[in-house]
């Protein structure tokens, strides 16, 4: 099993719909959570970074962590076609290696 | 959020040439710099970790002989994939993560695709 799952999509919608996007993982240790966004051929672009459990709204997007269940969110309102790109979730425990552990990313396309 | 570039954006090379990448941290100090490849339509893949005047830390089954690594600064550090193949062909990103901060976000480069015929 890994560490962090993720729905690799392709997920397609129409432009104006609300977008949800998950990754469960395993590890407890998990404390931080964060998402990004990859455009083709770029490097990924933090969107929103999480500590802990609860919710942190920015503009048009949303993150959640349920450290209970374990599963994080990511939600798009409003989604525009401008957001067609990979969204990658992340999330790593605190101090030790401070590396990240990425869900596989999943391919949102948002159509006009 | 931090600016890292990466230089070249794109290489192509012969096989058997080793060809390096340089990743700069532009407006923090980056104690820590991570080097990840990526195939088509894959995930980001972790090479090494490199620190500040330290040795990097490779993942397992990536040659650390082949992809050289220096950190020489708190704002470069630099991957050499030497005698290149086909087969390293792949998009090459850093990311650089400033210890200063309380979380483990890691701000990356726009990455480098690298061609090797």
Redesign the interface.
């Given at each position: 099993q890994k560490e962090v799952e993720q729905d690799p999509g392709p997920l397609s919608v129409p432009e104006g719909a609300i977008v949800s996007l998950n990754c469960t993982y395993s590890n407890s240790a998990f404390q931080?959570f964060?998402w990004?966004r990859q455009y083709s051929?770029?490097?990924?672009?933090?969107l929103m970074?999480t500590?802990s459990s609860g919710n942190k709204e920015d503009g048009r997007f949303t993150a959640q962590v349920d450290k209970s269940s374990k599963y994080i969110s990511l939600f798009i309102r409003d989604s525009q076609p401008s957001d067609s790109a990979t969204y990658?979730c992340?999330m790593?425990a605190w101090g030790a290696?401070?590396?990240?552990i990425?869900?596989?990313?999943t391919l949102l396309a948002v159509q006009p | 959020g931090a600016v890292v570039s990466q230089h070249p954006s794109w290489v192509i090379c012969k096989s058997g040439t080793s060809v390096k990448i340089e990743c700069r941290s532009l407006d923090f100090q980056a104690t820590t710099m991570f080097w990840y490849r990526q195939f088509p339509k894959q995930s980001l893949m972790l090479m090494a970790t490199s620190n500040e005047g330290s040795k990097a830390t490779y993942e397992q089954g990536v040659e650390k002989d082949k992809f050289l690594i220096n950190h020489a600064s708190l704002t470069l550090s630099t991957l050499t994939v030497t005698s290149a193949h086909p087969e390293d062909s792949s998009f090459y990103i850093c990311s650089n993560q400033d210890a200063d901060r309380e979380g483990n976000e890691q701000f990356f480069g726009p990455g480098t695709r690298l061609t090797v015929l």
């Open positions: 931080y964060m990004y051929r770029k490097g990924p672009e933090l970074y500590y990658l992340a790593s290696t401070n590396k990240l990425f869900g596989t990313g | -």
